[in-house]
């Protein structure tokens, strides 16, 4: 199986060096993943070794910035290559009118399989960015009575495991899968946070158990 793999972060982007070009003409598989709050200077550093062994077969991407300090908005703009105010998208909770395609529309219209598992809420399909999804998998418990409902949300393993079960689909087609993971944003409770002291190391735990 060939595959594409793109990890994002909503403060900085990885760097690593960028390999060797292929002349294998045949669709590659896309898998996006893109983790919510994860600074820079906690990878590289052996918090998140899974993620530092794939910045080291990756591409360089030394002076990458978010475009906005909140995830919709960030993520609204990775998926559609437009900034805030072309897409409108300005605040968490605004929706992306159907003027502006997403990248999994292209794909779809180009023959690929297309889903999506989110983290939070906060990326829920209400919002505009399931479309071009064959799979949109926004299934996430909240509390209605809630005053922040925009910080519901499912653990990275959760999230894995459901994006594993979706690749091994049975299908001839190849596919595009954007798997966004929510943990290391507050509050910070991953397992075994309680025993960290402070909130770095809780902040830290999260990064780690994301990875």
């Given at each position: 199986m060939r595959l594409l793999i793109a990890v994002g972060c909503l403060c900085a982007a990885i760097s690593c060096r960028a390999p060797a070009p292929t002349r294998d003409a045949r669709p590659q598989n896309i898998l996006l993943v893109t983790v919510d709050t994860l600074r820079a200077d906690r990878v590289g550093v052996g918090i998140a070794p899974t993620m530092d062994r794939l910045a080291a077969q990756g591409i360089k991407f030394a002076n990458?910035?978010?475009?906005?300090?909140?995830t919709l908005p960030a993520h609204v703009s990775m998926l559609t290559g437009q900034l805030p105010p072309t897409h409108g998208v300005r605040v968490n909770g605004a929706a992306?009118?159907?003027?502006?395609?997403?990248?999994a529309e292209r794909l779809q219209h180009a023959g690929y399989r297309t889903g999506?598992?989110?983290?939070?809420?906060?990326?829920?399909?209400?919002?505009?960015?399931?479309?071009?999804?064959?799979d949109y998998d926004d299934?996430?418990?909240?509390?209605?009575?809630?005053?922040?409902?925009?910080?519901?949300?499912?653990?990275?393993?959760?999230?894995i495991d459901r994006a594993v079960a979706w690749i091994n689909r049975e299908?001839?087609?190849?596919?595009?899968?954007w798997t966004h993971i929510y943990d290391p944003h507050a509050p910070y409770d991953a397992p075994g946070s309680a025993?960290?002291?402070g909130i770095v190391a809780a902040y830290d735990r999260e990064v780690a158990f994301a990875d």
């Open positions: 990458a910035r978010t475009v906005a300090p909140l992306l009118d159907g003027a502006h395609p997403t990248v999506a598992v989110v983290g939070a809420f906060v990326l829920d399909r209400r919002f505009g960015l399931s479309r071009g999804f064959d299934n996430i418990r909240r509390d209605p009575a809630a005053v922040d409902r925009f910080n519901a949300e499912r653990r990275a393993d959760v999230v299908d001839h087609r190849p596919w595009f899968l025993d960290a002291s």
